[in-house]
């Protein structure tokens, strides 16, 4: 059974860089039919997705956040990261991260999400 | 963007009822790519319904999806106690992918 894990640290400065990786157990990080995102929660808001990578290291992001974001994967380790720059206190969040499938697109399986505080 | 918006932001009622959530966008949406999501506390997101109208694995059939276009909806046909949770709507015709607000349906 896939599962993904998130971790970093929970505590960031603003203007600094915020910085989450996501391991994968239990299948195949380079599943052809599968993508892999992060997406994050404000404390009493919805969700908002902030991008998606696939195994070939190919990204789109959330043209919102756009500027401050940068994935990557890392297959050999099963992980994948989120990098978000210049943080705020707006980009206080749960973080969680999500696969993907190709053919519809919808997130089957979930992190248990990690809890990012911007502040000083 | 295609901007999703859920009704009621509320819902309450109680264990045995019926339950019907609403999801309405802000142009067509292809029915391939809209998806329904459960969200509790502490706990990982749970994916419900795919394509509109089909359930995931796991997911009991008293869940239920339909519409097309721009009006979509979930029903769940009789609640159970850990069924009161916050339900999330989710598109991807076009980018950003975008989330609904949610509705939150709680204990009467």
């Known amino acids: 059974q896939v599962q993904l894990q998130e971790s970093g640290p929970g505590l960031v400065e603003p203007s600094q860089t915020l910085s989450l990786t996501c391991t994968v157990s239990g299948g195949s990080i380079s599943s052809g039919t599968s993508y892999w995102s992060w997406i994050r929660q404000p404390a009493g808001k919805g969700l908002e997705w902030i991008g998606r990578?696939?195994?070939?290291?190919?990204?789109n992001y959330n043209p919102s956040l756009k500027s401050r974001v940068t994935m990557s994967i890392d297959t050999s380790r099963s992980q994948f990261s989120l990098k978000l720059s210049s943080v705020t206190a707006a980009d206080t969040a749960v973080y969680y991260c999500?696969?993907?499938?190709?053919?519809?697109?919808?997130?089957?399986?979930w992190g248990q999400g990690t809890m990012v505080t911007v502040s000083s | 963007e295609i901007v999703l918006t859920q009704s009621p932001g509320t819902l309450s009622l109680s264990p045995g009822e019926r339950a019907t959530l609403s999801c309405r966008a802000s142009q067509s949406v292809s029915s391939t790519y809209l998806a329904w999501y459960q969200l509790k506390p502490g706990q990982a997101p749970r994916l419900l319904i795919y394509g509109a109208s089909s359930r995931a694995t796991g997911i009991p059939d008293r869940f239920s999806g339909s519409g097309s276009g721009t009006d979509f909806t979930l029903t769940i046909s009789r609640l159970q106690p850990e069924d009161f949770a916050v339900y999330y709507c989710q598109q991807y015709t076009t980018s950003p992918l975008t989330f609904g607000g949610g509705t939150k349906v709680e204990i009467k």
């Open positions: 990578i696939y195994s070939s290291g190919s990204t």
């Open positions: 999500a696969r993907g499938v190709t053919q519809h697109w919808a997130f089957d399986i």
